[in-house]
């Protein structure tokens, strides 16, 4: 049996659901191809119910504040694991299905719930048919990757997508990998009560890269759970669990949480079919601005393409595969992206706004410095930790990029990416209102610290909010 289409959009994650909505304003003949589960990995395993069990970790956490703030009561305070686990999947059963319903609704009759494995670059095997397609997009996703040595531990393995099922947690964890996902849940799981051992292949954790804020990071952690940074993590069965040796660090434990990245589902996808040169990994050549595969009529979108795995980027690039496909106005020369975002919901919360430290080191910059340990707000809500930089071009002052840990990072950030992305000086940022107390006034005294530094003067030229402000005259 044989079928053709206009599109066949593969993968009804975040990115594939996002291209279905462009693809629909060009054709109904479409098919969107998923074997299931249903439902984004954000709200089956990933961004919901780790931010759920984040939350319930923090909130039994500040109990340790209590009774300084004249609050009496909190020793007798417990944490039931089991119970949070429940309300965790609750929540996430809650997103899921919300997510299930909208993919039935969105693709209706369109949704094919098989294996897609392609067959060339206009053709797709769907169970036993095969598809035709003018235009292919590919948004198959990623999962956990567990190096194929660590494979016969397999019993002592949880991963971001394994944890949220369990009933019950053993009382010593060990978590390889601090990144976003491995330094949030070490967290929590140790806020909750868990033994928890950190380790860690190199010294940055979070994805950050400025050494001055790692560092903070790294203080801050440290506090809460052993983590041991710098070296690559070896794991060997004992007696009594299993044992984690790196460098000269060594730590026995009942299970281990594996967060050392994501594999792109391109394995067995048949990408071998395409007749384009695959890297090391199976991966393509993938434009970014337009995720396009080589000259070929096939896009690659979202986690799978290892861009950049984050839910807004995802939509953004099934946005771009959808209408790039059709040659839409506007798409034929690509899409320009939108600065780069990412948050860590640690706490404090690490983020990264724009071009990193690291990816600044050959750029000539001031860099803006607040240390959060004296702002007032923050000290106020005895959340008074971590440290904010911000990097300016030193030509122009304009907002290139920012890495912090400090509290509630994910509005500064927004803020600043809203900075950055319109191409916004530090003496630009400065006229925007910061109001008092807030957290955010700790951004106005790292905007401050830049100007300062700046050669060029307290106004160079461009564009200005008011050329009266206030803040002018303050620099």
Partial sequence: MQTHVDVAIVGAGSAGLSALRQVRKFTDNYLLID?????????????????????????????????????????????????????????????TTGMIEATRELAGERLVEERAVLVGPKRVRVGNRIVDADRIILAPGARPLIPREWQIFSEHILTSSTIFEQDVLPER?????????????GQALSRLGIQMTGFNRVREIGGLSDPDITAAASEIVAGEFIMHNGAAAKIKATDNGVEVQAG???????????????????DELGMETLGVELDEHGMPPVDPHTSQIGDLPVYLAGDANGYA????????????????????????????RRPPLRIVFSDPQCAVVGQSF????????????????????????????????????????????????????EHLAHLLAACIQANMTVH???????YHPTLEEGLRTALRDAVKQLMEGPNPDGFHLCESCPESALQ
């Fill in 428 to 434: 630009n940022a400065l006229q925007l209102p910061f």
């Fill in 173 to 185: 964890i060990a978590v390889i990998g601090l990144g976003a996902i491995g330094l949030e849940l």
């Fill in 358 to 409: 690291a990816a600044l080191r050959d750029t000539r910059i001031v860099i803006g410095h607040v240390d959060f340990r004296q702002q007032a707000r923050a000290m106020i809500e005895g959340r008074n930790a971590g440290v904010l930089r911000l990097y300016a071009e030193a030509s122009s002052g304009r907002i290139l990029g920012v890495e912090m840990v400090v509290p509630e990072a």
């Fill in 35 to 95: 074997p299931g589960p249903l439902g984004t990995t954000c709200a089956r395993v990933g961004c919901m119910p780790s931010k759920a069990l984040i939350h319930i970790a923090n909130a039994y956490h500040r109990r340790r504040t209590f009774a300084e703030t004249g609050i009496s009561g909190a020793e007798h305070l417990r944490c039931n694991i089991p119970a949070v686990l429940r309300h965790v999947r609750t929540l996430r059963d809650h997103f």
């Fill in 248 to 266: 000269t660090a060594t730590a026995t434990v009942d299970k281990i949480l594996v967060a050392t990245g994501v594999r792109p589902n391109l």
């Fill in 309 to 336: 795995p984050v839910l807004h980027e995802a939509l953004d690039e099934g946005f771009i595969a959808g209408r790039h496909s059709f040659g839409a106005d506007g798409a034929s020369a690509g899409y320009c």
